[in-house]
């Protein structure tokens, strides 16, 4: 949830992160829409592309109970064809442009590895969240505009590029590996002077479905970093392709996922279906207060 004073929790020593002044909570788990401003995101029911359509999925996130909605204007599908920084900068433009008028001050994540098209569109809009795929690999600028913006930042593992990233994917101990990458990056930002840094595994990033479940397996070992933690299944195929299905039919196997997630520490669901995981999270907060008082 988001606070103005933090001052009443001076004396509790809590996860947050600081978002134009104020301080997002994440001591209980919160929720991150997906809106995707593409016409080829691997799930159709995520794709938005008129005013209308972004201002309704938006609408209807806020109400199910999403606390930060996630925008993204470039496809990082497997495979997925690149497009140029303004294209990508002109789909973000309308999305911000859309939900900031209809929504003012509600959080806002930039998915992007581009920096930029994250300064441009903070420099217009004024500060979001930086959610960068590439964890700083695809543009050597990015840690020195979030450092220069002191905007928060998501730092997600991936091997490879979109465009290659499921060609063979090959680690010797997935889990160490991406471990060691976080933590490398993480100290570089922090030698930067940012703090609110959130760190996601990148669950279908240069990963197979071995090295996705692996992780999860093993989610709670990333707790030594001493960072929020995001993961995001929604709908992916290491859901659908064990159950022979589609992302159409991956909710269910997503609430499945997001729930043993939540058992391990974490922090933060990126979904597409925000009222399910809503739900997931307050069941599995009952399960976890009820137990502590018995």
């Given at each position: 949830m988001l606070f103005n004073q933090p001052e009443k929790y001076f004396f509790k020593k809590r996860q947050s992160i600081n978002l134009n002044g104020s301080l997002i909570y994440l001591d209980q788990p919160l929720v991150m829409?997906?809106?995707?401003v593409t016409p080829d995101s691997f799930f159709e029911g995520s794709r938005y592309n008129s005013e209308r359509e972004i201002l309704d999925s938006a609408q209807r996130m806020i109400e199910d109970g999403a606390a930060i909605l996630d925008l993204g204007a470039y496809s990082s599908r497997p495979g997925a064809a690149d497009?140029?920084?303004?294209?990508?900068?002109?789909?973000?433009?309308?999305?911000?442009?859309?939900i900031s008028k209809a929504f003012p001050d509600f959080p806002i994540s930039i998915d992007t590895f581009r920096s930029e098209v994250a300064r441009k569109i903070i420099e217009k809009h004024g500060d979001c969240i930086i959610n960068d795929i590439s964890g700083?690999?695809?543009?050597?600028?990015?840690?020195?505009?979030?450092?220069?913006l002191q905007v928060p930042y998501i730092l997600m593992h991936i091997q490879?590029?979109?465009?290659?990233?499921?060609?063979?994917?090959?680690?010797?101990?997935?889990?160490?590996e991406t471990l060691h990458f976080l933590s490398e990056r993480v100290a570089q930002l922090r030698s930067l002077g940012v703090s609110d840094i959130i760190i996601d595994p990148g669950f279908g990033f240069g990963k197979s479905m071995d090295h996705n479940?692996?992780?999860?397996?093993?989610?709670?070992?990333?707790?030594?970093?001493?960072?929020?933690?995001?993961?995001?299944?929604?709908?992916?195929?290491?859901?659908?392709?064990?159950l022979s299905s589609s992302p159409q039919e991956a909710l269910n196997g997503t609430?499945?996922?997001?729930?043993?997630?939540?058992?391990?520490g974490a922090n933060i669901l990126r979904v597409h279906d925000v009222k399910e995981a809503v739900?997931?999270?307050?069941?599995?907060?009952?399960?976890?207060?009820?137990?502590?008082?018995?």
């Amino acid at each position: 949830m988001l606070f103005n004073q933090p001052e009443k929790y001076f004396f509790k020593k809590r996860q947050s992160i600081n978002l134009n002044g104020s301080l997002i909570y994440l001591d209980q788990p919160l929720v991150m829409g997906i809106i995707n401003v593409t016409p080829d995101s691997f799930f159709e029911g995520s794709r938005y592309n008129s005013e209308r359509e972004i201002l309704d999925s938006a609408q209807r996130m806020i109400e199910d109970g999403a606390a930060i909605l996630d925008l993204g204007a470039y496809s990082s599908r497997p495979g997925a064809a690149d497009i140029s920084s303004h294209d990508e900068f002109e789909r973000l433009d309308l999305a911000v442009t859309t939900i900031s008028k209809a929504f003012p001050d509600f959080p806002i994540s930039i998915d992007t590895f581009r920096s930029e098209v994250a300064r441009k569109i903070i420099e217009k809009h004024g500060d979001c969240i930086i959610n960068d795929i590439s964890g700083g690999t695809l543009d050597p600028d990015m840690f020195r505009t979030v450092a220069e913006l002191q905007v928060p930042y998501i730092l997600m593992h991936i091997q490879g590029t979109p465009q290659n990233m499921q060609q063979n994917p090959s680690y010797k101990d997935v889990f160490k590996e991406t471990l060691h990458f976080l933590s490398e990056r993480v100290a570089q930002l922090r030698s930067l002077g940012v703090s609110d840094i959130i760190i996601d595994p990148g669950f279908g990033f240069g990963k197979s479905m071995d090295h996705n479940y692996e992780l999860l397996n093993r989610l709670d070992g990333f707790k030594i970093l001493e960072a929020p933690l995001l993961v995001g299944f929604s709908r992916k195929s290491m859901i659908f392709k064990p159950l022979s299905s589609s992302p159409q039919e991956a909710l269910n196997g997503t609430t499945v996922l997001n729930t043993l997630s939540l058992l391990q520490g974490a922090n933060i669901l990126r979904v597409h279906d925000v009222k399910e995981a809503v739900e997931a999270v307050k069941l599995v907060g009952l399960t976890q207060s009820t137990s502590k008082k018995s």
